[in-house]
């Protein structure tokens, strides 16, 4: 916007420079001239007055410009000067401006006893054009002047209005990014400051729905309790003693998973978390390589020694981690390998999983689709806690031609 500003202001006073300078130029030239051949007829009509006189030749000597007398009988006096058609016009009692070879000549007729005669007195262009040259030039700075002026004064407004949008650019990516606490600060042109104000509108309404949403949920996990309640009272009433401790373990772990849905909820209604990545992801293995150790898969870690924070909660990122760690037990075979590895990044941190498993088609990508028969939760878990970081997550084929799933998780 600032360059196509510039540009039209360029243009614009370009256009009105040269339809105000170039009569300007062409007026000049005109007075130039014009007193050229002003002082140029005065000398010519000082020295007409001593024709006929013994004072002719020192009139002649007394001017500063080449002069010719051309007498009535054929006789010169004063500068060799050919006889044209001009002087001869003029010696019948004519006074004329001719152009002339490398200027003009000015004729004056003058009644002597003899006869007419002629005085030409030339004007060199040089003289004609002193000065227009040098005025030309200071016309020509003015003019340029005045457009690098009109520039800056157009990028000055320019930047008035862009800084704002750049603003309200960089907060609509904040808020694409998951942060809704993110404003933008009204400024600039009133359109300007408009559109901020209707943004930050927005992003409150945003955060109120999503708020209200979060608590539906918490809420009607919770209302999931009364029903489990019922069905805990049933299991312990089964006479089968192994057969009630098998669904009171089941009834058990269904509560936990409400429990965790209600505190999920509840979490993220209060605003964005962070967590040290490394330190959660390096429980998150040793628990999962008991289950590797039992099926004889080698497991290689490689996580920072120091802490590494990113813009997610530890319990969002475990449930993340636990995700991508059960897919390759539940869809590789038995001793498949498997990497994991955790690497600082500039703009947060990269959470690598791959395995040398059979692999599948980054199009299976999405909540509800899988090629393994399971639900299809597990990646899009995953994905949906690194967009809610400002991140993203990516799904290609390892080196030995399994899957590799890469999360990219941002800073807090």
């Not at 006893?113 to 004007?123: C, K, L, N, W």
């Not at 003289?127 to 800056?152: D, H, P, Q």
């Not at 390759?328 to 040398?356: I, K, N, Q, Y």
């Amino acid at each position: 916007m600032r360059r196509w500003l510039a540009l039209l202001v360029a243009a614009t006073t370009s256009l009105v420079l040269i339809a105000l300078l170039v009569p300007m130029a062409l007026l000049i030239r005109a007075v130039a001239e014009n007193g050229a051949m002003s002082r140029a007829t005065t000398a010519a009509e000082s020295v007409a007055v001593a024709v006929g006189t013994d004072e002719l030749a020192v009139a002649v000597e007394q001017v500063s410009r080449p002069v010719t007398v051309f007498l009535p009988g054929g006789g010169l006096l004063g500068a060799e000067a050919a006889r044209s058609d001009a002087v001869r016009l003029a010696a019948t009692g004519r006074s004329v401006t001719a152009e002339a070879p490398g200027g003009r000549e000015v004729l004056v007729s003058a009644q002597s006893p003899e006869g007419t005669a002629v005085i030409r007195v030339f004007v060199a262009d040089a003289e004609l054009m002193r000065g227009v040259r040098a005025a030309w030039l200071a016309l020509l700075l003015l003019g340029l002047g005045l457009v690098v002026l009109g520039i800056a004064l157009a990028d000055r407004l320019a930047l008035a209005v862009t800084r704002p949008v750049d603003g309200l650019a960089r907060v609509s990516h904040r808020l694409a990014g998951g942060d809704l606490s993110a404003r933008a600060e009204p400024g600039g042109p009133p359109e300007v400051r408009s559109v901020a104000l209707a943004l930050n509108h927005l992003a409150a309404r945003i955060d109120e729905l999503l708020v209200a949403e979060r608590e539906s949920v918490a809420d009607l996990s919770h209302r999931l309790r009364t029903p489990l309640t019922g069905l805990r009272l049933d299991a312990e009433s089964l006479r089968d003693p192994e057969e009630a401790a098998r669904v009171q373990a089941r009834v058990d772990a269904l509560e936990r998973a409400v429990s965790s849905v209600i505190t999920e909820a509840r979490h993220r209604s209060a605003g964005r978390e962070s967590c040290d990545a490394a330190a959660v992801v390096r429980e998150r293995v040793r628990f999962w390589s008991v289950l590797a150790e039992d099926q004889g898969r080698e497991v290689m870690v490689s996580l920072p020694d120091g802490p590494l924070p990113v813009g997610v909660g530890a319990e969002e990122l475990a449930a993340s981690v636990d995700a991508l760690l059960g897919n390759v037990f539940a869809h590789t075979p038995e001793g498949v390998s498997m990497a994991v590895r955790l690497r600082p990044r500039p703009t947060g941190a990269l959470l690598t999983v791959e395995d040398a498993g059979p692999g599948f088609e980054p199009a299976l990508l999405g909540r509800g689709n899988s090629g393994g028969g399971s639900t299809g939760l597990g990646l899009d878990i995953a994905r949906r806690t690194a967009e809610s970081s400002g991140g993203g997550l990516t799904v290609s084929r390892s080196a030995d031609g399994g899957a590799r799933v890469e999360v990219l998780l941002s800073r807090p």
